[in-house]
């Protein structure tokens, strides 16, 4: 299987470069996982589409402000990007650079304090920054906040909470579990009254995330590495609904990653979720059969990401290219800002692209 297999042509202008006013205003495209026509819908449209006793998993992690700028002790300016805190006040980090710093050098920061190189691996710096406090609390007053390279603008007043869920709680991503953005308070409540279950996984979004797949053949591919905790209530808590016939719903190809990173073979050869926390590297891609998950809502993905490519795994390719061809005509807007898809699982196997 190829990269070039998943691609696809995209107007510009249909990329979202804010968010709408109303979170759950954004549109919602049903895809169903037969030959059932697709449905526009509106996002506050999802309790009818939903069922009591269904259990909708979210991604609970919290995005940290992880830009900062600075200066080489040369007079180079530095933009580093975190990738994730570390122990001890340090982190891992990309940096962008003219010249490529050495181990030992010092990084001034605009904010204050500096930074210190202690290493390279790959693209990625280990720093040890010296900023006179906490280094988590320290980036909540002088970090900014990591918008996705395809959002043409500064980041703004707003986007401190519109890229945020509003259930963030636990600190470490560099980029938001974007198919949480669409849910505000008042659709949560609503989901409540009607018998939906929530649960939690955490996995910390990181800067490789925005990486494109280098490799055409996609064997080759060494997909990144994030950090994950599957908790055992949430196991549990799936297992209690699958056995009361109700749904699991992953909110964001996050949650499929963790908790398929959680899944195990059984001893007959079925796929069994346990408890799990640390890092993952899975690559999901079509013929690669996803168990833990009997439903998915998620934004719309770039051209030949990882992101499109386990959605196609999820609902068959030929089915997911079928939605975003009729997104595209519709008018809906794509990426992080952009609007939503809720896919159910294909009902035949897929062909493999000739």
Excluded: C
């Excluded at 409540?192 to 490799?215: D, E, I, N, S, W």
């Excluded at 796929?271 to 993952?280: D, K, M, N, Q, Y």
């Excluded at 068959?316 to 952009?338: K, L, M, N, W």
């Amino acid at each position: 299987m190829k990269k070039s297999d998943f691609d696809y042509a995209l107007p510009p202008e249909l990329i979202a470069q804010a968010p709408l006013p109303e979170r759950s205003a954004s549109r919602l495209l049903v895809v169903p996982g037969d030959s059932d026509s697709l449905q526009d819908r509106v996002f506050r449209d999802l309790p009818s589409l939903l069922r009591a006793g269904d259990l909708l998993v979210f991604n609970d992690t919290r995005v940290i402000p992880a830009r900062l700028f600075g200066r080489k002790a040369t007079g180079g300016r530095v933009e580093i990007m975190i990738e994730r805190l570390l122990s001890g006040d340090r982190a891992r980090a990309q940096l962008g650079v003219s010249k490529t710093p050495k181990d030992g050098a010092v990084i001034e920061l605009d904010a204050g304090g500096i930074a210190r190189v202690l290493g390279r691996e790959g693209g990625f710096y280990d720093l040890q920054f010296e900023v006179g406090e906490p280094l988590e609390a320290w980036l909540l007053h002088a970090g900014r906040l990591p918008l996705p390279p395809y959002i043409q603008r500064e980041p703004g007043a707003d986007d401190a909470e519109r890229y945020q869920t509003v259930f963030a709680k636990e600190v470490g991503a560099v980029a938001a579990p974007t198919a949480g953005l669409h849910f505000d308070e008042a659709l949560l409540d609503s989901l409540r009254v009607m018998g939906v279950q929530f649960g939690h996984v955490t996995l910390h979004v990181g800067a490789g995330t925005f990486q494109p797949v280098r490799v055409d053949d996609l064997s080759q591919h060494v997909m990144h590495s994030e950090w994950i905790n599957v908790g055992a209530a949430l196991v549990e808590q799936i297992r209690r609904t699958r056995e009361a016939g109700g749904r699991v719903i992953a909110v964001g190809t996050t949650v499929v990653r963790a908790l398929e990173s959680a899944t195990r073979r059984g001893a007959d050869g079925e796929p069994v979720l346990a408890p799990f926390a640390g890092e993952t590297q899975l690559f999901i891609l079509p013929g690669y059969r996803i168990s833990s998950i009997d439903a998915l809502v998620t934004n719309f993905h770039l051209p030949q990401s990882t992101l499109l490519m386990m959605v196609s795994a999820f609902a068959g390719r030929e089915r997911v290219f079928e939605a975003y061809a009729h997104a595209i005509r519709a008018r809906y807007r794509f990426f992080s800002y952009g609007d939503a898809m809720l896919l159910f699982p294909r009902k035949a196997e897929p062909r493999a692209p000739e």
